[in-house]
């Protein structure tokens, strides 16, 4: 949850004033989002969802993540589509921070995700990878393998006070990353944080995806490893090889997997572990104060690390070579 | 803003088999009230609010705010209205918590009270005190001048830590205020906590009041007098004297303040600040671990506090005799 910004009554007001929405009716902070500030944002034009770019995100990634969303949900994508002022613009400025309105999808996101959410996951990443092909603008991955051994440096030094021995278990994982990482796998934009707060369901049927504030280019298949660790594994920490098969099978019928890919699984898997045992392990350590957000658990994904470390092939998996 | 409890996916939709309000399509926690979880529901139904009560508040009191919102909404006072379920109860569980489902008011709360702000909120204090005649239930209030000194006596020890000095002048306070309480003075249904998160506005004209949850039987000048260290004072710390001047004849204009209430103005006004004080003094002082709230800062009282004990006269408001 995250509501990190106080938007007076007249700046909102001149901030309305540039679009055609009509009056606003209703303003409230939301709990969604971790990097940005969110509010519910109901006017006379309908109910739209009103994001502050917080400072963890870098205002010139805004045009890529803007014009994704509109790229995607012109080709069929329900995603949060962004709304242009009557000058074009689809960002400003509101309480000192870069600003946009996108329209308000319905949907919940799931708590306990079962097989069938797992395949729908699968089936609707496959379709935004396929959406984003002539997506004009590129951005970088900041958080893939070259990036991991700098931002655990700026952990390392405590990375002990978390757990005995967990700065040499990282750096022996990053040293095995960085020798044996794809060179090369089929690329393109991809989510990149595909968790299950990201993705809306109307009953068991998936209704959308948000949150793009991580998308970038990288291989397609590493935003797979990413959706299996966020999504199969169970609360005692073992994989669900039904729900990864599902998951694996869901993303072939709509993008068929090749051989490289599905043989980098495992590797794929122990790095997107890996990079959220490292950013929540920076969170653990540096919780800021007067902080509203409680840092998650990084040792979640050292469990999870140590499971695609003993995988061996992507059979643990339950993929199909 | 907070947002305590999680809840499933499961128990959800149990809970709202139970009404007739169609499917769910949105459920997103909001930062709205302090002392419960608040979630804006939507359903085919339209969007509502579902309160789940966290342990400040008593399960006992609940009926008699559940019974008050319908009784106000009943008679012309626009507020949330509870929503029974097919067995006609208003309240249920949901997360091992009491839960409410309440109707969804268009408007939003203030950031920058203006005059006609205050004297709208005067006019609605007092339709609200005349509308809450005749309701049947009744609550004391568990915050008002006999409970301030046991109150204290949890903060006491570790007051001066906040201020030096700060015990003792709390302590001169609480003797002369439970010298010179009013023994009688008009009583009814009060809201007892009518800041500006509390009033929703659209536009200029107040299109509601929320958070019933420290309403009780008590003063209903005191209501006054809580709602003008609520809204009148500047963020400088003086007392606006034109707000407070407007919202007393706002409330003169609805329901006639009697000779003896106006002239209590001054006490009603230093108990209110003590009240308030003391409850962010004791949470100032106790964060609990963990905690997703930011305490209010409880000098803010004091400076208010201290207005009221200069101010000699209800003429110190702008009000008429």
Not at 11 to 37: M, P, T
Not at 115 to 121: G, N, Q, R
Not at 135 to 160: E, Q, Y
Request: glycine residues 8%.
């Amino acid at each position: 949850m995250a509501v990190y910004t106080d938007v007076s009554d007249d700046a909102l007001a001149s901030f309305i004033a540039r679009y055609d929405l009509g009056a606003v009716l209703s303003f409230k902070g939301i709990a969604e989002g971790v990097e940005n500030s969110n509010f519910l944002l109901v006017t006379e034009a309908g109910p739209h969802i009103l994001t502050l770019y917080e400072k963890r995100v870098d205002p010139n990634d805004l045009p890529f993540f803007i014009g994704l969303m509109e790229h995607l949900a012109g080709r069929g994508i329900t995603c949060p589509l962004p709304v242009r002022d009557r000058s074009g613009a689809a960002l400003g400025t509101l309480a000192g921070r870069p600003a946009a309105i996108v329209t308000f999808l319905e949907g919940m996101s799931v708590r306990r995700p079962r097989v069938l959410h797992c395949a729908a996951v699968g089936e609707a990443l496959a379709h935004m990878h396929a959406a984003a092909e002539g997506f004009a603008i590129t951005r970088r991955n900041a958080l893939t393998v070259d990036s991991w051994r700098p931002l655990f440096a700026r952990s390392a030094g405590r990375a002990d006070t978390v757990l005995s021995g967990l700065r040499r278990e990282i750096e022996t994982e990053l040293g095995a990353l960085e020798a044996q990482w794809p060179a090369a796998l089929p690329a393109g934009v991809i989510h990149a944080d595909l968790f299950p707060d990201n993705v809306f369901f109307l009953g068991d049927a998936l209704s959308g995806l948000i949150d793009f504030y991580f998308a970038c280019n990288d291989f397609l298949a590493y935003d797979l490893a990413v959706s299996i660790n966020a999504w199969c594994f169970e609360p005692d920490g073992a994989l669900n090889v039904t729900k990864a098969k599902a998951m694996i099978a869901g993303y072939g019928r709509i993008r068929p997997l090749g051989a490289e890919e599905i043989a980098a699984l495992p590797l794929l898997c122990r790095g997107a572990a890996l990079r959220f045992l490292l950013t929540r392990l920076y969170d653990w350590l540096n919780v800021p104060p007067g902080a509203l957000v409680r840092p998650k658990d990084p040792l979640e994904y050292l469990r999870k690390l140590r499971f695609h470390q003993r995988a061996g092939s992507a059979a643990a998996y339950g993929a199909e070579a």
